[in-house]
């Protein structure tokens, strides 16, 4: 798109010079002149402009006050504003209210096109994050969550209706069910959107630093704090903070979290003076925390004011008409991931798939997807990739000694090995168990 420049001068002849002058130095740039403020509010409201060369002095207003409104008709456009009889306190006025310079007619003409050049670039690298930024959000979104049975549309549903609040959520569901997802689903369809989103497993951090983790410290407060450091709040302020596994925090840190909740103040560790913070709070937890409150694991104040807005996410096995979806999903994912072809997926692959017991819910069908494009032979994904307890008979009496179950399982182990070149650690990664369990497995099978 070509560049767009409003002039806004009464002097019609100084006008038709700078807009010659523009001219000659972009060859793809748009002219539009006004000789009023009102006249030049009206082309910003009827086009999107990217810089407005403006006059100070104007038969209807000052263009030092001028600004604000074009800040509020064009929020990313620069405006650079020209007088005859500069003053530092207009100068500095017109920079508070969000011109991108000021300048002086006759003494700085030749500081016009550099200023313009200037002002061009800063709107491009806005226009260029305003663009990221809607990627992102369009990322993370509800529309990105896949699915369209009835439990999963009535979660989406319940989510986008509290996003556009700052009440507190709690995600319920089984581990692997996308509580991770549904949060960030949330925090990016809400006012918040262009704020931090921070994460935290509280399984994942252990006792004695989940509390620096979340609220910080200050140097010399215990051994190893050797300078101070921010916590979550504070790198979350004014946007959200995603706390999983939530049922796994010690008790003593519940209380600090109430706080924070009832008066949005914290305490650093080693600190005295509280510190202020505006934090949105999504938990998550696979826990039933009411059970747990009353078995007195869980502080129940603590779970009435964390459970504000409480969403269910139904586990795969519940919705077992979306596998379908979540399989094309997941293959073109990890087909561009591999660098590969998005290959023909087997009818048979999907129904061994919507028959196998999800207990990793998404997260192992991801998993699995991922394993099988790396095992697959040829374009046709079929229940040839899958692990061998996915979509194959259990042998039974007069099957080939070839199809018993130890010799499909080693089967299945030597094709991973031959994937990763015989490195043996990257294989247990892949089958998902222990490096000594592979060992044991490759072990019984010479000794047999």
């Keep these: 798109m070509p560049k767009k420049i409003l002039l806004i001068d009464d002097e019609e002849k100084l006008r038709s010079l700078l807009a010659r002058i523009i001219q000659l130095e972009w060859e793809d740039i748009v002219v539009v002149q006004a000789g009023t403020l009102k006249s030049g509010f009206q082309l910003l409201k009827q086009s999107e402009i990217d810089v407005i060369l403006c006059d100070v002095k104007l038969p209807d207003g000052n263009g030092v006050d001028a600004v604000l409104t074009i800040k509020q008709l064009a929020p990313e456009a620069e405006v650079i504003l020209m007088t005859a009889y500069g003053q530092i306190a207009d100068g500095v006025q017109a920079m508070k209210n969000g011109a991108f310079d000021y300048i002086t007619k006759g003494d700085d003409n030749n500081k016009v096109l550099p200023l313009l050049h200037k002002a061009f670039e800063k709107v491009a690298m806005a226009k260029k994050l305003q663009r990221l930024e809607a990627q992102v ?202 660098n590969r072809n998005i290959p023909q997926i087997a009818p048979s692959y999907v129904a061994a798939l919507e028959k196998h017991a999800w207990k990793g819910n998404v997260r192992e069908l991801k998993n699995i997807i991922e394993r099988s494009l790396i ?27 070839q199809l018993t179950l130890s010799a499909m399982e080693l089967k299945h182990i030597q094709r991973v090995l031959a994937h990763t070149k015989g490195n043996k650690t990257e294989a247990a990664k892949l089958l998902g168990i222990g490096l000594a369990t592979l060992y044991r497995k490759l072990e019984d099978d010479t000794n047999h």
Excluded: W
Aim: with cysteine; charged share 25%; net charge negative.
């Design 137 to 338: 959000g369009k990322k993370y979104a509800f529309d990105q969550v896949i699915g369209k049975s009835k439990g999963i549309l009535e979660a989406i549903g319940l989510g986008r209706k509290v996003a556009m609040t700052d009440a507190t959520v709690l995600l319920l569901g089984e581990t692997g069910t996308g509580k991770e997802v549904f949060a960030q689903a949330i925090h990016f369809e809400s006012p918040r959107k262009g704020q931090a989103f921070v994460a935290l497993n509280c399984s994942a951090v252990s006792k004695d630093l989940l509390e620096s983790e979340l609220f910080g410290h200050v140097t010399g407060s215990f051994t190893g704090a050797t300078r101070d450091k921010k916590g979550l709040f504070e790198e979350a302020d004014k946007g959200t903070l995603f706390l999983d596994e939530i049922g796994e925090m010690p008790l003593e840190l519940q209380a600090k979290l109430l706080r924070v909740l009832e008066t949005g103040e914290f305490l650093k560790v080693g600190e005295t003076k509280p510190k202020k913070v505006d934090v949105r709070i999504i938990a998550a937890t696979n826990r039933n925390l009411e059970e747990e409150a009353a078995a007195g694991n869980f502080r129940s104040d603590l779970y009435y004011r964390l459970s504000v807005f409480t969403i269910t996410l139904p586990s795969l096995n519940e919705r077992p008409s979306d596998i379908p979806l979540l399989v094309d999903h997941f293959v073109g994912i990890h087909a561009q991931k591999l």
């Design 375 to 401: 095992l697959m032979e040829g374009e046709v994904l079929d229940i040839d990739a899958l692990p061998y307890e996915i979509g194959h008979p259990m042998p039974g009496s007069g099957k080939p000694a």
